[in-house]
């Protein structure tokens, strides 16, 4: 197993490294690969943005749905 990886296999270990903690082998070949590969740095950005979006996303809607709720009807 050499250190150098492709695209194919970084963009993997980006995907698996947000469900898991990733070996320090895997760290360091991933590190490696996005510090000379400008097209994996990015797709690493974009995922981590995506699953912090995600992440805000059920709280965004609770928010949304609050204000759009109708006000209670007083009882008489």
Do not use: W
């Not at 980006?14 to 990015?42: N, P």
């Amino acid at each position: 197993m050499g250190l150098l990886i492709k695209c194919r296999e970084a963009h993997q270990l980006v995907s698996e490294g947000m469900d898991r903690d990733l070996s320090t082998s895997e760290r360091y070949r991933l590190r490696l690969h996005i510090s000379i590969c400008d097209a994996c740095t990015r797709f690493e950005k974009q995922m981590q943005l995506m699953r912090t979006t995600l992440r805000q996303l059920p709280e965004h809607i609770a928010q949304t749905q609050d204000q759009n709720d109708p006000p209670a009807a007083n009882p008489p």
